[in-house]
């Protein structure tokens, strides 16, 4: 994405997380983790939970007993995006909203499933409904089903900046006029494989074995979740006397390495952000590297909002709860960059001006 | 008037296939007439069925502090092919983009055992590499790692329709500016997580598949990687790069219909080849072979059809259409790329490969079905359409670059 182009904007925000369901902003809360009790765990184990909820409850008439859910998830936030938004999906060319949607490890609950279902009746012996829902692309198509969204459905991923890109890459196709209208999603759900691996890699911090230990206490809590964003073209946002406009994407760049410190002033242009919103790839070293690489980049005056534990336990695709929880701090209006960086691994940034 | 600065063109061409490494490989095996398809034993404990395997792919030398997973590997050999087949050094893919499309991950490292007892397996030597390995977003990183590519790199999973996706991102990743070139293309080996998974929903046909028969029973699974090498027709004339094709159009859509099923009448699938056309700025008569999806399983053929006949009703001539899965089979993640350098194929040769074992086509008026020999023919614009779970359907139009 180069900066001259025209921005688009984000007019709508859902999201399932450990905050709950919710259109539009998160209060704020401090939130500490809960304890697991999905699976059996040898003593306490927590995290940044969704606590369990029935869909139709807050989407009337919605099915999910066969999903994942991460795909129920995907359902209910993006609902709540458009709901908040402000759209009705009926009166709108539905061929011309695109769905995008990122995932580090996709539906694992039902992947888990799935592989007990082989382990206990053996691989002639699996459940055909659950394969489908394995796919890391279901949550994206069941948000085009359920909503009958007819235009360019796409998942992706990265290690480190899956949200980041999921937003770059809407940001893409509204431009190029392949769709006026996107839902943006990012996420993951914590499954019992996932967090094992975080545990026998040594990457948890202390405080998912102490309920006495805040999350402050240092080091990486999981957390799940999706967040669901409504991005319009301008001249989209234009034609709805009712849209109600969160902020305005001016560019976006990535890379698996490089100089970030060139690469982001040459896509700052002209600009000067008055405001970061640093994310992180949820390793607590990330965090402040990236503050000071945003520092570097923006001068001293630049007023610095870091990264909340829940995002941050989302790793690679904690980019639109980083950002939602942004704005939910009721930052001043103006530009901002919103940065993520990874040691080696990179960096994702977008220039976004805050209304 | 060609705007170079918005032309995609394509450079070059990797190919990790069961013919073996390599367009040309590929092409001689498929001009032959020899199918890949074949019996297949104990995949996994009880499987017997047909498929296309990849029988002999070096190991890679250890140069990435990750596990490679077999979707990995076909990636990073096919991605080598490509550089190969481009005729540069290296080092001028630096700032590179990929963007990687797959189905599996690392589901080839991981066993039923993990499901069971997660600590204890990845405190089994070996355990959690093979874990890291599993996220779909593994087979870019490897390959960025592995070329040290440091340009923007993603992964793409859109089921069967992620190769060509891959590629119509990538397009408009370099429209956006985002890369000087990109490498796409998609990767999915063989595994038991999918075949078995194919196999529960009675898709798999165990003989091999007869694609837009009246008769056919279903897919064969088989396995591989393509990658296209794209970059501006600026970019490309700049640094006097040899052509292979323009990408002329592309789309992408969803039905928003079903699972697993297609929408019927495929009007989710004419709508996408409507709007590949409408960028390509041309009539449905202009082009002069469709690689279709063609999986060879009922619902998917029909619907297939159904979109032919209506996104080319009222051509001077039925469209000439065939699928390259009857050679190799289905490979998911993977086949939208595959039949792109299929595709590209054929507009750099002219020759079009019919499908095998088409006996009894479906009935079509709209549509030619290629069967028999291969047909020789003028070819300035051909189209590759690709379909997938959950609805997503793309279309890519390419011409020769010698035009």
């Known amino acids: 994405m180069t900066p001259n182009l025209p921005p688009v904007t984000i007019t709508g925000i859902g999201s399932v997380s450990p905050y709950g369901a919710l259109a539009g902003l998160i209060p704020q809360c401090a939130l500490e983790p809960t304890s697991i009790t999905a699976w059996t765990t040898a003593g306490l184990r927590r995290a940044f939970l969704v606590q369990p909820f029935r869909p139709a409850g807050v989407v009337p008439g919605l099915k999910t007993r066969r999903l994942d859910r991460l795909s129920a998830w995907a359902l209910v936030a993006s609902s709540l995006a458009f709901k908040d938004a402000g759209i009705d999906l009926c009166q709108m060319d539905r061929s011309r909203v695109a769905v995008v949607f990122a995932t580090a490890f996709g539906c694992v609950d039902l992947t888990e499933a799935f592989y007990l279902s082989a382990a206990a009746h053996g691989w002639s012996g699996t459940d055909p409904s659950t394969f489908p829902e394995t796919l890391p692309s279901a949550p994206a198509s069941h948000v085009s089903m359920f909503h009958g969204l007819r235009g360019p459905n796409v998942t992706v991923s990265n290690k480190y900046f899956a949200g980041e890109i999921a937003l770059i890459q809407a940001a893409s196709l509204l431009r190029h006029g392949q769709a006026d209208l996107a839902i943006v999603l990012a996420g993951d759900a914590l499954a019992r494989t996932l967090y094992s691996w975080y545990e026998v890699a040594g990457l948890l911090s202390p405080a998912c074995y102490n309920s006495d230990l805040l999350s402050e206490a240092g080091g990486f809590i999981p957390s799940e979740g999706i967040a669901a964003l409504v991005m319009e073209s301008a001249k989209h946002e234009d034609s709805r006397s009712n849209a109600h406009t969160y902020g305005r994407i001016h560019s976006g760049r990535w890379t698996a390495g490089g100089q970030p410190v060139e690469v982001m002033r040459q896509m700052l242009g002209d600009f000067v952000p008055i405001l970061t919103v640093c994310s992180g790839n949820g390793a607590p070293c990330a965090t402040s590297p990236t503050s000071a690489l945003a520092r570097e980049i923006c001068g001293d005056r630049t007023v610095i909002i870091l990264p909340q534990p829940v995002a941050l336990g989302l790793a690679g695709t904690g980019a639109l709860f980083h950002l939602i929880l942004a704005l939910s701090t009721r930052p001043t209006n103006g530009q901002a960059l919103f940065l993520a960086t990874a040691a080696n691994s990179g960096f994702a940034a977008l220039l976004l001006e805050l209304l | ?403």
Request: charged share 15%.
């Open chain 2, 1 to 403: 008037m060609t705007d170079i600065h918005k032309t995609i063109v394509v450079t070059g061409v990797g190919i990790a296939s069961p013919y073996g490494i390599g367009l040309n490989c590929l092409q001689a095996g498929m001009l032959s007439g020899k199918s890949c398809l074949a019996r297949t034993k104990d995949l996994y404990p009880g499987f017997e069925g047909t498929t296309a395997q990849i029988h002999e792919l070096a190991p890679l030398p250890k140069t990435f502090s990750s596990r490679y997973s077999r979707t990995d590997q076909l990636a990073v050999v096919a991605v080598a092919d490509a550089i190969a087949n481009s005729g540069c050094d290296r080092a001028i893919f630096r700032e590179s983009g990929v963007v990687m499309a797959n189905t599996v991950g690392g589901l080839t490292e991981i066993d039923t055992g993990l499901a069971e007892g997660p600590s204890e397996w990845y405190r089994r030597p070996g355990g959690l590499l093979r874990g890291t390995s599993y996220p779909f977003a593994h087979v870019a990183d490897a390959v960025g790692a592995h070329f040290g590519i440091r340009g923007p790199s993603c992964a793409i999973s859109v089921a069967c329709a992620s190769g060509a996706i891959a590629i119509a991102l990538a397009a408009d990743m370099l429209l956006d500016g985002a890369a000087p070139m990109i490498l796409a293309g998609g990767s999915d080996p063989l595994c038991p997580f999918t075949l078995s998974g194919f196999n529960s929903l009675r898709a798999l046909d165990p003989n091999p598949c007869s694609p837009f028969d009246q008769n056919r029973k279903g897919l064969n699974l088989g396995e591989g990687s393509a990658v296209l090498i794209l970059e501006t027709l600026a970019a490309a004339t700049a640094r006097d790069a040899n052509i292979l094709a323009v990408l002329r159009g592309w789309a992408m859509n969803n039905d928003a219909f079903h699972s697993t099923a297609p929408q019927t009448q495929g009007s989710g699938l004419a709508d996408c080849i409507r709007l590949s056309m409408e960028m390509a700025e041309i009539s449905s008569d202009e082009i002069g072979y469709v690689n279709a999806h063609g999986t060879g399983t009922p619902l998917n053929d029909i619907a297939e059809a159904n979109a032919y006949e209506t996104a080319f009703r009222g051509r001077n001539s039925p469209i000439p259409v065939s699928s390259t899965k009857s050679y190799f089979g289905h490979c998911l993640g993977a086949a939208g790329a595959l039949e792109a350098a299929v595709t590209i194929m054929a507009v750099c040769s002219g020759a079009l490969l019919p499908t095998l074992r088409l006996t009894d086509p479906i009935e079509s008026p709209s549509v030619d079905w290629l069967r028999g020999k291969v047909r020789r023919q003028p070819l300035p614009l051909a189209m590759s359409v690709s379909s997938g779970f959950g609805g997503s359907n793309t279309a890519l139009i390419f011409a020769s670059g010698r035009s």
